[in-house]
């Protein structure tokens, strides 16, 4: 079942933060974080794995709550560069490396 | 390298032809995706490998067939197009797990059915 991801689009001032949410139903082993930029393939940014981890990707944090089975990704700072479109993919137990993509978050940092 | 190539970048295909999309890695994945981006839409998975010789389904497989000979390719087979193919086609690979095993992603296809 595919994640739901929050909110839907978000529109920043650069130099301002953001929280985007992904939820699944499902129980989770890991969760994938990708932007895609208009036109473009997805870029992948990060993983976290069960255990509550917690990574950074420039400015550009993630943590995973296994027990509510959601993560969030937090955009601090923000940068023109981040604008796009961000994807929260899941990856279920004993389901290989294969994932569940969610419906995306468009974000549009403005100067 | 190249990491994930794809092509054709853009096709389009009348109603009921059929075509191959192909897709080589240079990585030495043994994982390899193939996924559908509708306009605005999330990525569906079509079908997946483990490696050469293993396949299987994916949430969206009706309509086309892969196969996967060698590690390096994973060509999607498209038969009998329909309007509802028209779409943006990824294909992808990652590694076995172990440290950020995440995905590497071709330019993808754009394909028009009309």
């Known amino acids: 079942q595919q994640p739901v991801q929050s909110p839907q689009a978000v529109i920043l001032r650069e130099g301002e933060d953001a929280v985007i949410n992904c939820s699944s139903s499902?129980?989770?082993?890991?969760v994938h974080w990708y932007r895609q930029k208009h036109g473009e393939a997805p870029v992948f940014l990060m993983i976290?794995?069960?255990?509550?981890e917690q990574k950074g990707h420039e400015k550009i944090s993630a943590s995973f709550n296994e027990k509510k089975q959601q993560s969030s990704l937090y955009l601090t700072a923000s940068q023109l560069s981040y604008s796009g479109t961000y994807f929260c993919g899941t990856e279920q137990r004993a389901a290989g490396n294969k994932l569940t993509f969610g419906g995306g978050t468009r974000v549009l940092v403005k100067p | 390298n190249a990491g994930v190539t794809q092509t054709p970048k853009f096709r389009i295909l009348k109603i009921g032809q059929s075509m191959t999309l192909q897709c080589t890695q240079d990585m030495n994945h043994n994982y390899m995706y193939w996924y559908r981006q509708d306009p605005g839409m999330g990525l569906k998975l079509i079908y997946y490998s483990v490696g050469a010789g293993i396949t299987d389904k994916g949430e969206v497989p009706n309509g086309y067939n892969v196969s996967r000979s060698t590690t390096e390719d994973f060509p999607l087979r498209l038969e009998l197009a329909a309007p509802s193919q028209t779409s943006v086609y990824f294909c992808?690979?990652?590694?076995?797990?172990?440290?950020?095993?995440?995905?590497?992603f071709g330019s993808g296809t754009r394909l028009t059915v009309v």
């Open positions: 499902k129980a989770l082993y890991s």
């Open positions: 976290l794995l069960k255990g509550g």
């Open positions: 992808a690979s990652s590694r076995l797990r172990g440290t950020d095993y995440g995905y590497t």
